[in-house]
């Protein structure tokens, strides 16, 4: 049977993270700012969520060089360039296994979502 470590996350009901068997699953991971009345743009939302996914990471006991796949939801096809200017501050090269989806959100005000795949080292 495998032990299930949680993270905090950004609602009392969802985990920042789960691990189980070596591996680090990351919830969706948004701007906080993105849930307000005045959401900041999509490279500000994305440098956000960003610097959320690291914490997340470091709180389960991991950094970006072991994240394995990366998922990134985007509200519009857009800001494909912006994404990838994001995640190339992160990721130089070559990163890790990614894919990015135009997504339509439950709340309008945020543009960018993002959660990951890691190895514990």
């Known amino acids: 049977?495998?032990?299930?470590?949680r993270t905090a996350g950004q609602l009392p009901s969802l985990p920042g993270?789960?691990?189980?068997?070596?591996?680090?699953?990351?919830?969706?991971?948004?701007?906080?700012a993105a849930m307000g009345q005045d959401p900041p743009p999509f490279a500000d939302q994305a440098a956000a969520a960003m610097t959320l996914l690291l914490a997340t990471?470091?709180?389960a006991g991991t950094d970006a060089a072991h994240v394995?796949?990366?998922e990134a939801f985007l509200a519009d096809a857009?800001?494909?360039a912006a994404w990838n200017?994001?995640?190339?501050?992160v990721w130089p090269e070559p990163g890790p296994a990614r894919t990015t989806l135009v997504?339509?959100?439950?709340?309008?005000?945020?543009?960018?979502e993002v959660q990951a795949v890691a190895?514990?080292?």
């Open 1 to 5: 049977m495998a032990i299930l470590t």
């Open 17 to 32: 993270s789960v691990t189980a068997m070596g591996l680090v699953y990351t919830s969706g991971l948004v701007d906080p």
């Open 57 to 59: 990471l470091t709180a």
């Open 68 to 70: 394995v796949k990366l």
């Open 78 to 80: 857009a800001d494909f």
């Open 85 to 89: 200017t994001e995640f190339a501050k």
């Open 103 to 112: 997504a339509v959100f439950a709340l309008p005000t945020v543009r960018f």
């Open 119 to 121: 190895v514990l080292p």
